[in-house]
């Protein structure tokens, strides 16, 4: 992961975060989310990478869980001409 995501993350509107989950939306990731934030008590961030393979990547109903759980979600998308 590069230096300027890694201080993204960490400094996200100013906050910091004990943990970073990437995040696909399934069932693993939500739980490791709802498990962190709310069994664990961490300060958690979501990350998803757009791979330009999902179909309508960050929806309405992938989104809905974090934010119902007050954890934030950052999105980043591959470049195009890197995937081959």
Do not use: H
Not at 30 to 43: A, C, D, F, I, P
């Amino acid at each position: 992961m590069n230096e300027d995501l890694m201080r993204i993350i960490a400094n996200k509107r100013g906050l910091k975060y004990d943990v970073a989950v990437m995040y696909s939306g399934g069932k693993d990731s939500s739980y490791m989310l709802y498990l962190l934030k709310e069994v664990y008590k961490l300060r958690v961030i979501a990350v998803s990478v757009n791979n330009g393979y999902e179909k309508d990547f960050m929806s309405d109903s992938m989104i809905k869980f974090p934010t119902q759980l007050g954890i934030p979600v950052l999105t980043r998308k591959i470049v195009e001409n890197f995937i081959k």
